[in-house]
């Protein structure tokens, strides 16, 4: 037998409601599970202790006046209110004061994010003195790029412009040029 049936059957047997081979079944249970019978016996005195309980007496009108207050509840303007929407306002699920601290401590790790940040701004480096004084003594070569002014004019100055008659003589090709794979 299953716990799960033993303990629908409890009750039954308490009550004296079972068969012989079912109050045989649920004793051999309890026989072999010393803890389906401390809880058949607390269930045993739990029943026991109600039916000692004495009687509650209600007044001649209390069904009616129950059932006025339920409908007064079920009714009320407030209720309505939720019953139509079937629940508060909410923005993406948080109720508007939840909604207000989520969207400040966003904008708090946002920023704390931003100040976190390392920056990329090359003027804000300082060079030490000694450092500058050898670099304004180191000659510039004049022939560093300037990306600005010279890569415009870098198509005029093609080096692949060979004037043909200097590349074949005779329908051959110059002897001059020497390939890679040419010893």
Do not use: W
């Not at 139509?84 to 790790?109: D, E, H, N, Q, W």
Request: net charge negative.
């Amino acid at each position: 037998m299953e716990r799960y049936k033993f303990e629908d059957l409890i009750s039954d047997y308490i009550e004296n409601k079972l068969p012989l081979a079912k109050r045989k079944e649920v004793e051999a249970f309890m026989e072999d599970n010393p803890e389906a019978k401390e809880q058949m016996e607390s269930i045993r005195l739990l029943m026991n202790s109600m039916r000692d309980l004495s009687e509650v007496k209600i007044s001649d009108g209390f069904m009616e006046n129950l059932m006025k207050r339920v409908e007064f509840e079920k009714n009320r303007p407030s209720n309505k209110k939720h019953a139509v929407s079937g629940r508060s306002k909410t923005y993406f699920g948080f109720t508007p004061v939840y909604a207000t601290v989520m969207s400040c401590l966003i904008v708090a790790l946002v920023l704390v994010a931003l100040q976190l940040m390392p920056t990329n701004n090359l003027n804000s480096i300082t060079i030490p003195s000694s450092i500058a004084e050898q670099e304004a003594e180191i000659p510039k070569p004049s022939n560093i790029i300037n990306p600005d002014k010279d890569l415009m004019f870098a198509e005029d100055d093609d080096t692949t412009n060979i004037d043909n008659q200097n590349r074949i003589k005779n329908g051959k090709y110059d002897k001059n040029i020497k390939l890679v794979g040419n010893k």
